[in-house]
Nanobody
């Protein structure tokens, strides 16, 4: 069973940094994508960054140059380094996995961790 557990959220003032971590387990298929999504109050969930094993990160335009997604698939850990945070980065950040399984792609989500940047 795939499990994704986030940690590292908190309150940081504008211009500060945070590092989120996602510890994952249960991925037994070779082809998968991991990533981070976020949802701000009253807004739709949006993709922040995704990455595949051995690949480079793909980022939303709003975070390019400020956020870095890091995958260590031997440690089963995914990180999101967030720098130069702004109030617009506030939201619940969820770890995500899309796994190519025998029956087709399956999506999995963590419970999320709150990131708050006060204005």
């Amino acid at each position: 069973q795939v499990q994704l557990v986030e940690s590292g959220g908190g309150l940081v003032y504008p211009g500060g940094s945070l590092r989120l971590e996602c510890d994952y387990s249960g991925i037994i298929f070779a082809h998968y994508t991991l990533g981070w999504f976020r949802q701000a109050p009253g807004k739709q969930r949006e993709r922040v960054a995704t990455i595949e094993p051995g690949g480079a990160g793909n980022y939303a335009d709003s975070v390019k140059g400020r956020f870095t997604i890091i995958l260590d698939n031997r440690a089963n850990a995914l990180w999101l380094q967030m720098n130069r945070l702004t109030p617009e980065d506030t939201g619940v950040y969820c770890c995500y996995a899309r796994i190519s399984e025998f029956g087709g792609p399956q999506d999995y989500w963590g419970r999320g961790t709150q990131v708050t940047i006060p204005s």
